[in-house]
């Protein structure tokens, strides 16, 4: 077979190779351009809601309210839980839903995260059962100065009042601009110059409307240099053919293929420089703020061009903060302060404009009058009753000769704040408990009786006082705690004299009777017993015929066993302990060391690790105090014995959140040993004690009021 090629066949080989070289070269050049440079992560900053503080109604669902956030987010969380019905998207931290029950206003605080870090927001909710009518409406930026097509930083409206549900402007925005008509967020690029106009915006619900004028100038941009055009691309030299094959000489080579030089990439298009428009002003809303709450963000008012930081000068109130990117201020202040100025200066790189606000921080809550007892009381006992009226029993005074007077009489506060008096007890009675039962019966045990030694006697209250089954042994400045399963737990305490005991008996309110249970592994009086979120009983400290304790025991109603624990940090006696919303239970205060001094400290107690840990100390050392777990699960502190030997009048408040005490507003009077008892409302009634002298009066504290913050009703 003859496999000699002819010439043709040859030269068209040929080709093809050159063909495919060339191709080859040119794709090689276009794979050689860089990839886009990676956007570095930085942590989420300037976090806020088009909604910082609004009314919804329950059963209508609401308009998403959006975040806007600088920076990279991986996922949003808040605190505490929002309201039944509502939710918010993990991803894009939207809040949306339908409320399905009203709602107090409630501070909510938004974290965006990333592995860089957080930024914080915070926005309040209210939840009403029908529809209120908006109050104000405005603009963040309420002269705004733009350039012809630049995006303009969306201007956002602030609300108070009812939820708006639909926004109008009149007449239309300049071309290129736009208003949502549910958030009211006006943004875009206009597109041609405009002369300054003013537009009235129309915030409406079912309830009514609103109404604000904002004022709009659109300017030229400047003209930038001329676009440098791109030299022209160079064409490659066509390729040179081969020369025929020329038989029988051998086959000449082709000459080398001439390589296209690479195409000049023309330079890039210079951008025309934003129009540049100083603030021409800037404000704030002077505010009173409270120790503890966190505030709603107190936005700046703008006219002129759009700031691009924020100043302040001297530093905020403790705790709060100045968004160098967005001018809010927020946080939570933790130290009262008188009225202070503040300069807040706004500025971009064309000039800037300055403001004076003026911000007071009050101690938390308020204290008011409640009425007086007929008669004045201390080591009395006060207990909550299923209708909201408060049973106050027994105690002692002394008259202008001191002759001691313990006391049979009760009273009871009704829910309309008036003190009346009832039927007494059969047995006078002080340093004895008041359990209110399951049933709403209260069930009153031991103390010390006229005679001054101890009472095995008990009672309980009705409509009317009836006796029920004496305790085994006698109980004086002992505990009663409540099972879960209604049976109370009556531990410890002495007879009235020096004889203290480790006697612990359970009383049962279906069949009447009182059975001896296994006994304390400490004898002690003066203690605390606190139920356990599981249903066990912690007792800590108190004191025996060897001083103060710092010891410390769990009981176990199912088992019926006392587990010793470690100890406390120190010994005490006098003390409090309460059970917090994440089941530990915090201990304060108290008598300690051989002369009995009050001190400040705190400590902490796990039951799931069954360890203690140090807590940052009260303010003031104390004794003799109460403590009381409040609605939002802070601890409000009051009165008990200083330093030295003299009652009360201060306050302050544990903040479980931030591991804080915080300073809260004064009693009017001081006070040792008074009663304190959360109504449901959340007010804490205060009842009695000594002071100078021994106490009828009540006091009421409303932790929720006090310096009603102005900046706290804005809600967009």
């Known amino acids: 077979m003859n496999t000699r090629r002819t010439p043709a066949k040859i030269g068209g080989l040929f080709l093809l190779i050159v063909a495919a070289l060339f191709i080859t070269q040119f794709a090689a050049c276009g794979s050689s351009s860089e990839s886009s440079p990676r956007v570095p992560l930085i942590r989420p900053f300037a976090l806020s809601y088009a909604d910082s503080s609004v009314v919804y109604v329950v059963g209508q669902p609401i308009i998403p309210n959006m975040p806007s956030v600088r920076g990279t987010v991986d996922s949003f969380s808040i605190e505490p839980s929002l309201p039944v019905g509502l939710t918010i998207d993990p991803h894009t931290g939207v809040i949306s839903g339908t409320p399905a029950s009203p709602t107090v206003a409630t501070i909510y605080e938004v974290n965006a995260t990333n592995v860089k870090g957080s930024a914080v927001g915070r926005i ?46 009149d007449p239309a925005l300049p071309l290129g601009l736009s208003l949502n008509p549910q958030t009211g967020i006006i943004s875009g690029a206009p597109l041609f110059p405009h002369p300054a106009s003013q537009y009235t915006v129309t915030g409406a619900n079912s ?40 038989e029988p000489p051998p086959v000449i080579e082709p000459p080398p293929v001439i390589e296209p030089p690479p195409v000049i990439e023309p330079p890039p298009v210079i951008e025309p420089p934003p129009a540049l428009v100083p603030p021409s002003t800037v404000s704030y809303t002077d505010a009173v703020y409270v120790v503890g709450q966190p505030i709603v963000p107190n936005v700046p008012r703008l006219t002129g ?37 503040y300069t807040v200066v706004a500025s971009n790189s064309a000039g800037q404009a300055q403001t004076t606000l003026t911000l007071t921080v009050t101690a938390a809550g308020t204290w008011t009058p409640s009425g007086s007892l ?37 009273e009871s506060r009704a829910l309309a704040g008036i003190w009346l008096t009832t039927r007494s007890m059969a047995t006078p009675r002080f340093l004895h408990t008041s359990t209110t039962l399951q049933d709403g019966r209260v069930l009153v045990v031991g103390g010390v009786g006229a005679s001054g030694s101890g009472l095995t006697s008990v009672e309980i209250f009705d409509t009317q006082w009836g006796m029920a089954a004496p305790t085994i042994v006698a109980h004086v400045s002992h505990t009663a705690t409540l099972l879960k399963d209604g049976r109370v737990l009556v531990a410890g305490g002495n007879n009235g004299t020096s004889t203290n005991t480790a006697v612990a008996e359970v009383y049962n309110p279906s069949t009447r009777t009182w059975t001896q249970v296994a006994s304390l592994n400490t004898a002690r009086s003066d203690h605390t017993a606190t139920l356990l979120a599981d249903g066990r009983v912690l007792v800590t400290g108190g004191e025996n015929n060897t001083g103060k304790l710092a010891s410390a025991e769990v009981y176990d109603p199912i088992a019926n066993t006392w587990t010793a624990v470690p100890d406390m940090s120190l010994d005490r006696a006098f003390h409090t302990a309460s059970l917090l919303a994440d089941g530990t239970v915090l ?45 939002n699960g802070q601890v409000v502190v009051a009165g008990g014995l200083g330093i030295n030997g003299t009652a009360l009048s201060s306050v302050e408040i544990f903040d479980p959140v931030n591991m804080q005490w915080l300073a809260a507003a004064s009693m009017a009077n001081s006070r040792a040993d008074p009663t304190a008892t959360l109504l449901p409302d959340g007010r804490l009634l205060v009842v009695g004690g000594k002071g100078a002298s021994f106490l009828s009066s009540s006091e009421l504290f409303d932790i929720s009021r006090n310096g009603a913050q102005i900046a706290a009703t804005m809600h967009r």
């Not at 309040?124 to 059962?129: H, R, S």
């Not at 002692?396 to 000769?401: A, H, L, P, Q, V």
């Open 124 to 169: 309040q909710i209210e939840i009403v059962d029908h529809v209120i009518a908006p109050e104000s409406l405005r603009y963040s930026l309420e002269s705004a100065i733009y350039a012809a097509g630049q995006e303009i930083v969306p201007n956002m409206p602030i609300t108070t009042g009812g939820e708006i549900t639909q926004f109008t402007v």
């Open 207 to 246: 309830a009514g409307n609103v109404q604000t004028n904002i004022s709009i100038v659109v300017e030229q941009v400047a003209v930038p240099p001329g676009v440098v055009n791109p030299p022209p691309v160079v064409n490659p030299p066509p390729v040179v053919n081969p020369p025929p094959v020329i």
């Open 305 to 341: 061009g759009a700031p691009t930081q924020f100043a302040v000068n001297p530093t905020l109130p403790d705790g709060l903060d100045l968004d160098n990117v967005t001018g809010a201020i927020t946080g939570a202040p933790t130290t009262p302060q008188a009225p202070t100025p």
């Open 374 to 410: 007929n008669n004045p009381r201390v080591t009395h006992t006060a207990s909550l009753r299923p209708d909201g009226s408060v049973l106050v029993a027994g105690g002692y005074n002394t008259d202008t000769e001191r002759a001691a007077h313990i006391l049979d009489s009760v």
């Open 587 to 631: 201990v304060a205060g108290g008598s300690s060391g051989a002369f009995g001094l009050p001190t400040d400290q705190v400590e902490l107690f796990n039951p799931q690790t069954m360890r203690w840990q140090p807590m940052p100390p009260m303010v003031t050392r104390r004794d003799s105090h109460t403590a009381t777990v409040m609605l």
